[in-house]
């Protein structure tokens, strides 16, 4: 059987991912910052589901809740949710326009703030705020170069 090709790019797309969470920035900065990291995982799951899906999306939220700080179990739960719902319609997404899918994953990357919002709610009693909603923006609007950026990668590396 012959193995699949390209698993350390992905798994170094994902590190690189993790890195831009955690890299120091000005607070004004810091409050809009994409969720690279679920950006990138959404990538790989709507480009190749049975290489990338829930178990490896838990596992990446659960090294964000580490390394961010936050009560265990919180991103890798919100994590695994909105990668549950690309893998189910990930050949759906695959055939929008990049506008559609930058709406689309707007609307999935909201899921994911107000689950963390409402997780937090319950678990350390945070209220929620406007402002938990600019990482949705910035996603939508960095989300065509972080694919154009990875597919491009994974057609040169051929990884299927």
């Not at 991912?17 to 690279?36: E, N």
């Not at 999306?57 to 690309?86: H, K």
């Not at 055939?95 to 994953?105: A, E, P, R």
């Amino acid at each position: 059987m012959r193995k699949p090709q390209g698993t350390a790019f992905i798994y170094l797309s994902i590190f690189v991912g993790l890195l831009l969470t955690v890299m120091p920035l000005p607070q004004l900065v810091k409050l809009a910052r994409p969720d690279w990291a679920l950006l990138v995982l959404m990538y790989w799951t709507m480009a190749l589901p049975q290489r990338v899906s829930i178990g490896i999306a838990f596992f990446t939220g659960f090294v964000v809740d580490v390394l961010v700080g936050t009560v265990l179990g919180v991103n890798a739960l919100a994590f695994a949710v909105v990668i549950f719902v690309v893998a189910l319609h990930h050949l759906k997404i695959r055939n929008f326009s990049i506008v559609q899918q930058s709406l689309l994953l707007g609307l999935l990357l909201a899921l994911y703030q107000l689950l963390l919002f409402w997780l937090s709610h319950f678990l350390t009693g945070v209220y929620f705020l406007p402002q938990y909603l600019w990482p949705v923006l910035t996603g939508m609007l960095v989300w065509p170069w972080v694919f154009w950026l990875l597919r491009r990668y994974r057609r040169q590396l051929k990884i299927q």
